[in-house]
């Protein structure tokens, strides 16, 4: 009992909370494009493929910087990168706003791109160094999370601030709070060794949970190749890669879809796209963070337990299906929510993964090479969306593509993850 006491303050989840909150800020960014979408149309006078096209900006410098990251997370650490990086896409908000024409906005998404590509795999490398494993999907939920609450939120209160004053101010709006999310994350984050404030108990629980979790813990960081040519990442990327691909499918499109689609007025779309969105922030918390810790706490099998909700929320996924032929509004946003929702529900699994099979010296590079197919994939589905909704005037075939991919994330996660536990240094090829 005085040990539950001591640790009742928890100072690690001022950490989890902390990287939850700037997920929530750097989605703001993003989803302000898809909100400014037909007042880029006016400003602009873009098609849908070049909207695709200029929705994948910020994607193709994001996918580019993700390996490079990893191996420079693991070399200087979370604080240093991430405060640099919350700079560079505060500026990237403030030359989207200003920028006079089509190219400079290009360079802009660009921009952020760069900016925001440390986020998850520093997060991934946070809550590894900061919570024992049976804490890791809840507090990766934190973060995941808030990428939802951003579009639930963020949608509607943005394009409410664009109808109102013109989205150049939206975009200036996401610039100064990201400002404001630097000095916050300035100030609060530590390193566990760095916090004058962590209590003794928590400090031993934290050093103790790095001795134990893996054999290869504190050997030498592992190359990107032989990471590379590792079955578990292998199967990690190609079943996070489908998620990812719907999510930015939905990230980028869905406004559209409810306006064009189902001819719903912009207002509405913006407020109608929420709600899906809610859904999904509340089965990431609950049901990828709080169940699943709840049961692993309670003595459950570990392994099985991340493995069942990340195959079952991952075969929800295919609800997309469903949308495909929607009629009403309503029917859309219930099968929508659902694949939404269940790929939500399997996210924080996903992004606990990382630190749960590689060395602690290669969790970066790990999270680093999952977020880089991650972004191929989001880039494809929002080109591929634009192309696809140009030449058939609807959204059948571009859900039913994503479809087949989460068929074959689903099989990634089976056949090739398989059991997810550290993997062992006899296992790796040369580099």
């Given amino acids: 009992m005085p040990v539950i006491a001591e640790l009742r303050p928890r100072r690690r989840w001022r950490i989890g909370w902390l990287l939850g909150l700037g997920v929530l800020v750097n989605y703001f960014d993003r989803v302000n494009l898809s909100v400014s979408h037909g007042a880029l149309y006016t400003a602009f006078g873009i098609s849908d493929v070049a909207f695709g096209y200029l929705s994948a900006a910020y994607n193709w410098s994001y996918a580019l910087c993700q390996l490079p990251v990893g191996v420079v997370l693991d070399r200087f650490g979370v604080k240093r990168v991430q405060r640099i990086g919350i700079f560079i896409w505060s500026l990237a908000s403030f030359a989207a706003a200003i920028t006079p024409s089509l190219p400079g906005f290009f360079s802009a998404r660009l921009l952020l791109g760069i900016g925001e590509a440390p986020t998850f795999p520093a997060n991934a490398k946070a809550i590894g160094v900061w919570f024992p494993s049976r804490e890791r999907s809840f507090a990766t939920s934190l973060t995941d999370a808030a990428a939802k609450l951003a579009s639930a939120i963020g949608v509607p209160l943005l394009g409410i601030l664009l109808l109102r004053v013109g989205w150049r101010w939206s975009f200036a709006a996401t610039g100064a709070i990201s400002l404001l999310y630097l000095l916050v994350f300035w100030v609060v984050y530590r390193e566990p060794e760095e916090d004058e404030k962590l209590s003794d108990v928590e400090?031993?629980?934290?050093?103790?949970?790095?001795?134990?979790?893996?054999?290869?813990?504190?050997?030498?960081?592992?190359?990107?190749?032989?990471?590379?040519?590792?079955?578990?990442?292998?199967?990690?990327?190609?079943?996070?890669?489908?998620?990812?691909?719907?999510?930015?499918?939905?990230?980028?499109?869905?406004?559209?879809?409810?306006?064009?689609?189902?001819?719903?007025?912009?207002?509405?779309?913006?407020?109608?796209?929420?709600?899906?969105?809610?859904?999904?922030?509340?089965?990431?918390?609950?049901?990828?963070?709080?169940?699943?810790?709840?049961?692993?706490?309670?003595?459950?099998?570990?392994?099985?337990?991340?493995?069942?909700?990340?195959?079952?929320?991952?075969?929800?996924?295919?609800?997309?299906?469903?949308?495909?032929?929607?009629?009403?509004?309503?029917?859309?946003?219930?099968?929508?929510?659902?694949?939404?929702?269940?790929?939500?529900?399997?996210?924080?699994?996903?992004?606990?993964?990382?630190?749960?099979?590689?060395?602690r010296s290669s969790v970066g590079k790990v999270g680093g090479i999952v977020n880089f197919v991650c972004q191929v994939s989001g880039i494809t589905a929002q080109i591929l969306t634009g192309y696809i909704v140009r030449a058939t005037h609807s959204y059948a075939l571009a859900f039913g593509i994503s479809a087949i991919y989460l068929l074959a994330g689903i099989a990634g996660y089976l056949v090739l993850l398989g059991r997810i536990e550290p993997m062992r240094a006899a296992h790796f090829p040369a580099a």
């Fill in 203 to 359: 400090k031993r629980l934290i050093a103790d949970t790095a001795a134990n979790e893996s054999s290869v813990a504190e050997g030498p960081g592992l190359s990107l190749g032989a990471l590379m040519r590792q079955r578990k990442v292998i199967g990690l990327s190609l079943g996070f890669g489908s998620y990812n691909y719907v999510f930015y499918l939905l990230l980028t499109w869905l406004p559209s879809y409810l306006s064009g689609a189902l001819h719903i007025d912009l207002l509405h779309s913006f407020l109608y796209t929420g709600a899906p969105w809610l859904f999904a922030t509340a089965t990431d918390l609950f049901i990828g963070g709080l169940l699943v810790d709840g049961l692993v706490s309670r003595g459950w099998n570990a392994p099985l337990v991340r493995k069942v909700v990340l195959v079952a929320g991952t075969a929800c996924g295919l609800g997309i299906l469903g949308a495909a032929h929607a009629h009403t509004a309503m029917r859309a946003l219930l099968w929508i929510g659902l694949s939404i929702g269940g790929l939500s529900a399997a996210a924080p699994v996903g992004w606990s993964i990382p630190a749960l099979i590689a060395p």
